[in-house]
């Protein structure tokens, strides 16, 4: 069976547990070579631990994608440990304290833009130029369904999703005839350790889906695989939204 990424190589950024580790999973299943770039080193190093032991080809890169400079040393370490780079997966984010706006303080609201927004800036300033020396290649940034939607007291958090939306498509058009299509995944309800809690409280979030269920890690991999894929040549500045139904109802 043919790979599709084979030959390729691939950095996802917050890789080291969830969206990002099935991410990482799915496209070295498909043949690429990734670097597997997470804020906490022990957990980026389990998952390309993990990768190698299976007969695949993955690194551990330790890096805040909030700071200009270890974005850069991103990609350096990617083009200097693979040779090149083909496609990039902008996944690091966090939401941030759960409270009303007049509450929060700058410093947290620098803290949650710079890792959701200034990292995918940050990122792609240094991925789009590699990309194009490889000869081409995409771009997927993760969204969210709450860059379509409000969500009470994560106000940072819903500002930088609907960021990450128009910087995708802005992007998109100036890199759409130099080689690169630039796309986003916005997964809604999905079940991470950062999401599973109680019975009680997974039933409420599975019950704002019109599939009653919250998705796996794996449902979002997918569809950024496909955006990688040469199946998605024709698609740029585009969006999937994986929510199960969210904005259905």
């Known amino acids: 069976m043919s790979k599709k990424f084979e030959g390729k190589v691939a950095v996802v950024t917050g890789a080291g547990g969830g969206i990002g580790e099935a991410v990482v999973q ?10 597997v770039v997470d804020v906490q080193a022990d957990n980026a190093e389990a998952v390309a631990r993990a990768i190698r032991e299976q007969g695949g080809e993955a690194l551990a890169f330790c890096a805040d994608v909030s700071v200009l400079e270890q974005s850069q040393a991103i990609v350096e370490k990617a ?19 759960f409270e009303a706006l007049a509450d929060v303080d700058a410093e947290e609201w620098r803290k949650v833009i710079g890792v959701n927004l200034d990292g995918v800036f940050y990122g792609m300033k240094f991925q789009l130029p590699a990309i194009e020396r490889a000869g081409g290649g995409a771009v997927v940034n993760t969204a969210s369904i709450y860059g379509h939607l409000g969500l009470r007291r994560l106000d940072a958090y ?30 809604g309800p999905i079940s ?19 599939m009653k269920r919250m998705g796996e890690p794996v449902e979002i991999a997918k569809a950024v695989s496909f955006l990688l894929s040469s199946d998605a040549s024709f698609i740029t500045g585009s969006e999937i939204v994986v929510d199960g139904g969210v904005l259905l109802s």
């Open 158 to 187: 819903t500002a930088s999703k609907h960021a990450v939306l128009g910087l995708t498509r802005s992007v998109a058009i100036e890199y759409a005839t130099r080689g690169v299509r630039v796309n986003a995944v916005s997964p």
């Open 26 to 35: 799915d496209l070295v299943l498909n043949g690429a070579s990734v670097l």
């Open 192 to 210: 991470t350790p950062l999401t599973r809690g109680a019975k009680e409280q997974t039933d409420a979030i599975a019950a704002l889906t019109v």
């Open 79 to 97: 083009e200097h440990a693979f040779g090149a780079l083909h496609y990039a997966v902008n996944n690091a984010g966090i939401s941030g304290r």
